[in-house]
């Protein structure tokens, strides 16, 4: 048997995650503005972002997935259990990768507002 394990080599992996780290850093405000133009767009009133994240209402937060289709069974269980729990799925936010969930979200769409 072999008594020893070696690690693989981090190093290139840890330093791609940083580039794409610092990319997403570098346009999340015109990434925030276009989600908040969204949110308005569809009725929601965005979070007021002058308050510090502790004093954030809860019935301000607004709840972000993004989900593709080999993830849409649980985005279905979570659409199902927040129903019949009688929760709110207005501010709700979902970002689909594909047509298929599209259509799932989509079948929900009354739920979600």
Known sequence: GVDRFDLPAFKALINAHWKALLQFFEHADVVLE???????????????????????????????????????????NFFCAAKSRGLDLHRVLVFVTDEETKRIVESFSKDLG
């Not at 133009?37 to 009133?45: P, R």
């Not at 965005?46 to 649980?74: C, F, H, W």
């Open 34 to 76: 276009d989600i908040q133009k969204l949110l308005v767009g569809n009725g929601i009133k965005p979070p007021n972002s002058k308050r510090k994240l502790n004093e954030t209402n809860a019935n301000d937060a607004i709840t972000v997935m993004t989900v593709n289709y080999g993830q849409s069974e649980l985005l279905v």
